[in-house]
T-cell receptor
């Protein structure tokens, strides 16, 4: 079976840094994705990791450790518009299928 | 370039009614997917397709059927709607794995309520 765990909610201050963790136990692993989803909208792609290490894209970075079944998304210089749900998803098997975690609702406050 | 579009955006059905949700993409993607999203459950894969004329079951396929007659379209059907199918439905598409930028692109969603 597949199991992906993320914290349900997090709160952070504008301008700060926040780290959203994701742990997974899956049968097979072929990449980990992070998506952002604002309320009432579609998920949008943020980052992809398939090898261990850190991937950086502007204010967003994502880290992967395959041996630990662990990833995190790091958001720097937080802005109010970063208030959203952040979804961790693992690709396993064929068909480019993704198994999603339940998402972490991030609230950015002044 | 519209990306992934879905029709309708909202729909209310009575138990036992049938309907079809349409997904269209203009990115020439081989792969297409249907998900449902429920509070506290995350996105769950219903059915997917790896090419025109092919479909396969995902995690929660019961009560749904799909068809992929054209590469750019993926239809999701509910033959006899049940209240448990009240959800937000998202369609997505992607290139096959192994190609660069093989992330899934999502449509805006369809909010379905079954009374």
């Amino acid at each position: 079976g597949q199991n992906i765990d993320q914290p349900t909610e997090m709160t952070a201050t504008e301008g700060a840094i926040v780290q959203i963790n994701c742990t997974y136990q899956t049968s097979g692993f072929n990449g980990l994705f992070w998506y952002q989803q604002h309320a009432g909208e579609a998920p949008t792609f943020l980052s992809y990791n398939v090898l261990d290490g850190l991937e950086e894209k502007g204010r967003f970075s994502s880290f992967l450790s395959r041996s630990k079944g662990y990833s995190y998304l790091l958001l720097k210089e937080l802005q109010m518009k970063d208030s959203a749900s952040y979804l961790c998803a693992v690709r396993t098997g064929g068909g480019n299928k993704l198994t999603f975690g339940t998402g972490t609702q991030l609230k950015v406050e002044l | 370039n519209a990306g992934v579009t879905q029709t309708p955006k909202f729909r209310v059905l009575k138990t036992g009614q049938s309907m079809t949700l349409l997904c269209a993409q203009d990115m020439n993607h081989e792969y297409m997917y249907w998900y449902r999203q429920d509070p506290g459950m995350g996105l769950r894969l219903i059915h997917y397709s790896v090419g025109e004329g092919t479909t396969a079951k995902g995690e929660v396929p019961d009560g749904y059927n799909v068809s992929r007659l054209k590469k750019q379209n993926f239809l999701l059907g509910l033959e006899s709607a049940a209240p448990s199918q009240t959800s937000v439905y998202f369609c997505a598409s992607s290139h096959p794995p192994g190609l660069a930028f093989n992330e899934q692109f999502f449509g805006p969603g369809t909010r379905l309520t079954v009374l």
